[in-house]
């Protein structure tokens, strides 16, 4: 049974659906801290952060080509087991990553992984991460 169908039943009050979501979302905690941990040892600009406009939109940061990024509004953002983000959605053009600083700021984003690490269809568990915040001094194409 997939994770998605534990949680409706969960949610229509049957009790042993109840104990099983539990279950998985005490796993799920775990990997969460796991994943949340793996990523602040990253350093720099990585995938999910979010970024600052000058015309103060919220972006986030969609692929990182090295010299560039691609930033996004939209989209999903898988939480891989090594602490990255995977983006699925639409791309914009790509900005020189010498146009970014960082603040102090942190920020929560949605991300999903598959419920206690089990690949299959609708085992997507739902939850957020905290990302760093950056500021995009002026827009320059890549």
Same mark, same amino acid.
């Given at each position: 049974?997939?994770? &998605?169908?534990? #949680? ?16 998985? #979302? ?7 801290? #796991?994943? &949340? ?29 090295? #010299?560039?990024? &691609? ?72």
């Amino acid at each position: 049974m997939n994770y &998605q169908e534990i #949680d409706g039943l969960a949610r229509c009050g049957e009790s042993w659906a109840q104990k099983l979501k539990a279950e998985h #979302d005490a796993a799920n905690l775990i990997i969460l801290a #796991d994943r &949340q941990e793996k990523l602040n040892r990253r350093s720099g600009v990585r995938v999910g952060d979010f970024v600052i406009t000058p015309a103060g939109e919220v972006w986030r940061v969609a692929h990182h080509w090295g #010299d560039c990024l &691609q930033l996004a509004k939209g989209g999903s953002y898988y939480f891989t087991d090594g602490g990255g983000c995977s983006y699925s959605g639409g791309l914009e053009p790509g900005i020189d990553i010498e146009h970014f600083s960082e603040t102090s700021e942190l920020r929560e984003g949605p991300v999903w992984f598959f419920s206690r690490n089990h690949a299959m269809a609708h085992n997507g568990w739902y939850t957020s991460a905290t990302f760093k915040v950056w500021k995009l001094n002026r827009e320059v194409g890549c």
